[in-house]
């Protein structure tokens, strides 16, 4: 899912997005709910019509602010009171304000309010945080939305799976009285470890409803893409291709490529042999390579497209090959063409 964190994937418009075809893009709650305001897209006919996207959009709950923000903010039982990171100004995000902003916004799926702590944190920290978000997410579901909004659990607890084990417990008692649409996975990818994520997401995502949606939450490179599959995972959102394209790092099927490097100067070759996304049908690596030095911002929208285009081709790819049963294979000679040298 990509993220337009602003209402925006950033450096594309929605007709090039539409021609990726991403099932989900994403928005954040904290950041719209303060430019422009949730009331005000609202009045504009909600964020959909506000952005010009047909498709689902699903909107972050502002719970990773909580980590991101975090010389910015201050928790408390009631909510979270963050200084501004564009004026100072202070403003209130609680579970229900959560919930009232993303039904102004008319998101399809709502994500509970959580807290998302840092990796490392010590268990008794810990702890309290994971109590702190079941009581929130009992708030967020007393919460009444759009008919057409579905809300997410997030579980939360670290690399600490008896935590993780426990916070489960505390959903799916929720679950039983009113069924969520989904679960998410949050607070990995967060400073610990990336043995300990690994070890955590192979214990726990098999223990999650298998009925519906698993949503890992941060998580994109190609490698965690294919390791979360082969976890369960359904549903994956991250920065990483179109932050990675403004910086001229591209992501092929042979491997990562940087093409702001002087050996892509006179390539006259495409980006990718085996993409056939706008780019690499229409451009070379040299072409590339001049707009990236000379500060042009047509290379940050052509990097971007690509990138959105080899990611979201990948987890599709990977959706074909589970239905015909061959996904461990597809998973292989993926990363056996991964080449350690740039391709």
Known sequence: MPVGTQGAVKAVTPAQLAEIAPEVILGNTYHLGLRPGGEQVARLGGLHRFMGWEGPILTDSGGFQVFSLSSLRRVEEDGVTFASHLDGSRHFLSPERSMEIQRQLGSDIVMAFDECPPGGT???????SVARTTRWLARCRACELAPHQGLFAILQGGTQLDLRREHLDRILELDA?????GF????LSVGEPKAEMEATLAALVKELPGDRARYLMGVGTPEDLLSGIAQGVDLFDC?????EARHGRLLTSRGRLNIK?????EADL?????????TCRSFSRAYLHHLFRAGEPLASTLNTIHNLSYTVGLTRNARRALLETRF???ARR????WTTEEP
Do not use: I, K, S, W
């Open 270 to 278: 495409p980006l990718d042999p085996d993409c056939a996304c706008y």
């Open 239 to 243: 920065v990483l291709p179109t932050r």
């Open 122 to 128: 010590a268990r008794a920290e810990l702890e309290r």
């Open 184 to 187: 998410a996975v949050g607070g």
């Open 334 to 337: 993926t990363r056996e063409a």
């Open 177 to 181: 009285r009113t069924p969520f649409q």
């Open 328 to 330: 461990e294979d597809f």
């Open 261 to 265: 490097n002087a050996r892509h100067r």
